[in-house]
């Protein structure tokens, strides 16, 4: 059997934690073997966020007592900044996290402007979005003033920081209590940039705004559309990835903005499930078929009823196809939908379920089906 992939060990181990001290050898602040020695000693038995948190703290101890000095040590042994040329996919290595963690740890109450300075230069290395949240936390005006700087930053990275870090529920990050008066106008200068890597994380930001406001994410899209600053193409991309929630939840609001009628006229519906009888582990076939009799664009799902521990169930939303239909065509769909009993994030419960047909939001069709 194959060994079980560790994130936590591809990202931390003798030869990143030897990358991150080689940058501080060449520049004369320490000696790397010593540094690696000791963050090795400690390093196995900790997950993910503690061997940051570790790397950070043994840092502490090999850099110079005075923030300031030290400051200037972690910047002089800063490798070159991340290709400003590219616009996504360019995430750096987690392996400069605990250089923001340091920070966090030896600058925020002391030297904010300083750590401000330091967190825009580390952020184009490795993206400073879980530690600039300390600051936005304890510093929420002075950090949300310098992030007006970094609107207009050369460097996309540093503009992402700005949506990034100031998302409402951003995972793993620690909460910052800014309210969408305060962060809609930041995205607002930023939903226009030239880089995927920058919308991407704004369109993010929208989605996370949703689960409270959908109403203040539709108008602001409905705004930036009508001014035409952002490509018309990727504009779209961003207001569905923004909205994708609300897509899979038929929030009738989002779906008419998008131009989804709910209420299309729709004929010789029919919606199969084979077998309706099955073990968790199986495979089953969806088969779905129906007449459009207007033309229209379609979001097709099916939604399945999953039964849960307390004997309930809860409804889970899976994408069969985008569309438009011509008027009087017959629209047949197949999906083959695993039910996948290892799945370490969505466990499985026997008992009655139920398949719907869900398109442009509305559930049109739906049968049971058993689960053991």
Same mark, same amino acid.
């Given at each position: 059997?194959?060994?079980?992939?560790? #994130?936590?060990?591809? #990202?931390?181990?003798?030869?990143?934690?030897?990358?991150?001290? $080689?940058?501080?050898?060449?520049? %004369?602040?320490?000696?790397?073997?010593?540094?690696?020695?000791?963050?090795?000693?400690?390093?196995?038995?900790?997950?993910?966020?503690?061997?940051?948190?570790?790397?950070?703290?043994?840092?502490?101890?090999?850099?110079?007592?005075?923030?300031?000095?030290?400051?200037?040590?972690?910047?002089?042994?800063?490798?070159?900044?991340?290709?400003?040329?590219? =616009?996504?996919?360019?995430?750096?290595?987690?392996?400069?996290?605990?250089?923001?963690?340091?920070?966090?740890?030896?600058?925020?109450?002391?030297?904010?402007?300083?750590?401000?300075?330091?967190?825009?230069? #580390?952020?184009?290395?490795?993206? !400073?979005?879980?530690?600039?949240?300390?600051?936005?936390?304890?510093?929420?005006?002075? =950090?949300?003033?310098?992030?007006?700087?970094?609107?207009?930053?050369?460097?996309?990275?540093?503009?992402?920081?700005?949506?990034?870090?100031?998302?409402?529920? #951003?995972?793993? %990050?620690?909460?910052?209590?800014?309210?969408?008066?305060?962060? *809609?106008? *930041?995205?607002?200068?930023?939903?226009?940039?030239?880089?995927?890597?920058?919308?991407?994380?704004?369109? /993010?930001?929208?989605?996370?705004?949703?689960?409270?406001?959908?109403?203040?994410?539709?108008?602001?899209?409905?705004?930036? &559309?009508?001014?035409?600053?952002?490509?018309?193409?990727?504009?779209?991309? !961003?207001?569905?990835?923004?909205?994708? %929630?609300?897509?899979?939840?038929?929030?009738?609001?989002?779906?008419?903005?998008?131009?989804?009628? &709910?209420?299309?006229?729709?004929?010789?519906?029919? *919606?199969?499930?084979?077998?309706?009888?099955?073990?968790? $582990?199986?495979?089953?076939?969806?088969?779905?078929?129906?007449?459009?009799?207007?033309?229209?664009?379609?979001?097709?799902? @099916?939604?399945?009823?999953? !039964?849960?521990?307390? $004997?309930?169930?809860?409804?889970?939303?899976?994408?069969?196809?985008?569309?438009?239909?011509?008027?009087? &065509? *017959?629209?047949?769909? /197949?999906?083959?939908? +695993?039910?996948?009993?290892?799945?370490?994030?969505?466990?499985? @419960?026997? %008992?009655?379920?139920?398949? +719907?047909?869900?398109?442009? $939001?509305?559930?049109?069709?739906?049968?049971?089906?058993?689960? +053991?």
């Amino acid at each position: 059997m194959a060994e079980k992939f560790s #994130l936590k060990d591809d #990202l931390f181990n003798a030869d990143t934690i030897g990358r991150l001290a $080689g940058h501080f050898e060449a520049a %004369g602040v320490f000696d790397a073997a010593p540094f690696v020695a000791d963050v090795m000693a400690a390093l196995a038995p900790l997950e993910l966020k503690a061997r940051i948190n570790l790397i950070a703290e043994v840092l502490g101890r090999y850099l110079p007592d005075d923030f300031t000095a030290a400051a200037a040590a972690i910047e002089g042994a800063l490798p070159p900044p991340l290709d400003p040329t590219r =616009t996504d996919d360019d995430f750096g290595h987690f392996i400069y996290a605990p250089l923001g963690v340091f920070v966090e740890a030896h600058g925020l109450e002391h030297h904010r402007d300083r750590s401000l300075d330091l967190l825009e230069a #580390l952020t184009q290395r490795f993206s !400073m979005e879980f530690s600039i949240r300390a600051f936005l936390n304890r510093w929420q005006g002075e =950090t949300l003033e310098r992030m007006q700087d970094w609107l207009a930053h050369d460097h996309y990275h540093v503009r992402r920081l700005v949506s990034e870090g100031t998302r409402p529920r #951003l995972p793993w %990050g620690q909460n910052v209590g800014l309210t969408e008066a305060q962060t *809609l106008p *930041l995205l607002d200068r930023l939903h226009a940039d030239p880089t995927r890597f920058v919308t991407r994380s704004v369109a /993010n930001h929208l989605n996370d705004i949703t689960k409270k406001n959908p109403d203040a994410v539709l108008d602001r899209l409905a705004d930036w &559309q009508s001014k035409g600053l952002q490509a018309d193409k990727e504009l779209d991309w !961003m207001q569905r990835h923004a909205l994708r %929630g609300l897509i899979k939840a038929g929030h009738p609001a989002t779906m008419a903005h998008l131009g989804y009628r &709910q209420d299309l006229p729709l004929a010789d519906i029919q *919606l199969s499930m084979t077998p309706t009888d099955l073990t968790r $582990g199986d495979t089953a076939e969806i088969a779905v078929s129906f007449i459009c009799q207007d033309d229209a664009p379609l979001i097709v799902d @099916y939604v399945v009823d999953f !039964m849960k521990a307390n $004997g309930k169930t809860a409804p889970k939303v899976f994408k069969m196809k985008v569309l438009k239909a011509k008027a009087g &065509q *017959l629209i047949s769909l /197949n999906k083959r939908h +695993h039910f996948k009993d290892t799945a370490t994030t969505f466990k499985l @419960y026997p %008992g009655a379920h139920v398949l +719907h047909l869900q398109v442009n $939001g509305r559930i049109i069709a739906s049968t049971p089906f058993a689960l +053991h």
